[in-house]
């Protein structure tokens, strides 16, 4: 439905995001689906038991229901500082906000960075709901073909030389990427760093995974790279290390932003939401991460073994599929004779869903294309889903 009233010029630019209207459209419906379409950890590895635990003697009194700091709760400071010790994203106080999820820290970032008209690179694909926030900043954005390294920087050069402009911002999902599941490696990112220092660019790090490794060897985050330079701003979530449902992330930037970024989220939402902020100290305070992350690693090998397996079984020869080390995701390529947009309606109605590849590119560049998450679905779930696709291609 259109409206007759007097919109700003940006509201034409926000163009939602296919990923999380896939909830409701999903809450819809009646019949039995394999639901590979969300990013969400498995609903087995939300740690609901201890946040009981925790809300039931931890919350303190009805001063947990007030208005917290702007730039987070003290306590969820000092136990994420504590975490974040001996890991790649180590850091310090003077560098930390606590945000209303991993979407508010690119929110922030857009806020702080882009004006309209701005060169911003996104990776080919991308995480739908990174671009689309620089868009409703009135970014240009220009897109990064990413391969199994990640990025590609010969192609970031290319683009940039193309623009015959540098970018304001460069905005990388570098560990386990939403959507491909693929990594940067360890070259690239110094490449990268390398490159965006001597354009004066801001690198957003979005990186949600990191802590979800699997296999393969670690590879220093592009925040521990920086070794302190300001340009990189890191920004991170609990949401797929705990639970999406408590909106809670951290933005790791250089001090001097402190300020602005304090100014900019109190005219977003004043605070994260106080209970959650408690909640998540406790779980931190009690030493319960460190197991919990370890059974999720566990379990989502399994499953990301589980989904080739299948994938094997039933696509071979008909399509690729990346290789994940850790996170969420991987990516399926078919032929041209496959279009995952019209697919998906066959697809859910023989009870599977994913998200189809153009969801994840602003030029549309996937159309035989799919993102399968594997970590919300038990492993004989992710047969049956991958049969059920199989069947839906066949229908067509
Ligand atoms: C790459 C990436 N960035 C940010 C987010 C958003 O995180 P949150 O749900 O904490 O807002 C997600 C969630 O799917 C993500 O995959």
Redesign the pocket.
């Known amino acids: 439905m259109t409206t007759s009233l007097p919109l700003a010029a940006r509201a034409d630019l926000l163009v939602g995001s296919v990923i999380d209207s896939s909830t409701s459209l999903l809450a819809q419906q009646s019949h039995d689906i394999v639901r590979f379409a969300m990013?969400s950890p498995a609903a087995e590895a939300i740690p609901w038991e201890l946040l009981q635990e925790v809300g039931r003697s931890g919350l303190g009194s009805s001063s947990a229901f007030d208005y917290a700091a702007t730039e987070g709760e003290p306590d969820l400071r000092a136990a994420l500082l504590e975490m974040l010790e001996g890991t790649t994203d180590r850091t310090t106080d003077d560098r930390l906000t606590i945000t209303s999820?991993?979407?508010?820290g690119?929110d922030l970032a857009a806020k702080l960075f882009i004006d309209p008209g701005d060169l911003v690179t996104v990776e080919s694909p991308t995480?739908t709901?990174?671009s689309a926030t620089a868009l409703a900043y009135q970014a240009e954005l220009a897109e990064i073909e990413v391969d199994a390294e990640g990025m590609s920087i010969d192609a970031l050069r290319a683009a940039v030389d193309r623009a015959g402009r540098t970018p304001k911002l460069i905005y990388t999902?570098p560990t386990f990427q939403?959507p491909s599941g693929t990594s940067m490696s360890l070259a690239r990112r110094t490449e990268l760093l390398e490159l965006a220092r001597s354009w004066g660019s801001v690198v957003l790090d979005?990186d949600?995974y990191g802590m979800l490794r699997f296999a393969g060897a670690d590879v220093p985050s592009l925040h521990e790279l920086a070794d302190g330079d300001p340009l990189v701003f890191s920004?991170r979530?609990f949401?797929k290390i705990i639970a999406?449902g408590l909106?809670l992330?951290w933005v790791d930037a250089d001090p001097s932003l402190q300020t602005l970024l304090i100014n900019a989220k109190q005219s977003m939402d004043t605070c994260a939401n106080l209970p959650a902020q408690r909640l998540v100290a406790g779980f931190l305070q009690r030493g319960y991460l460190k197991d919990h992350l370890a059974t999720q690693r566990t379990e989502y090998r399994r499953r990301k073994e589980a989904m080739q397996a299948a994938l094997a079984e039933h696509f071979t020869g008909r399509a690729t599929w990346t290789d994940p080390e850790g996170g969420f995701f991987l990516w399926v390529s078919f032929g041209d004779e496959v279009d995952t947009e019209e697919l998906f309606a066959r697809a859910l109605a023989a009870g599977v869903a994913y998200i189809p590849g153009n969801a994840f590119s602003p030029g549309r560049r996937f159309p035989h294309d799919l993102r399968l998450c594997f970590a919300s679905t038990p492993t004989d779930r992710i047969h049956e889903g991958v049969a059920r696709l199989a069947g839906a291609i066949d229908q067509g």
């Open positions: 990013g999820g991993g979407m508010q690119l995480y709901n990174g999902v939403n979005d949600p920004v979530t949401s999406p909106r992330g």
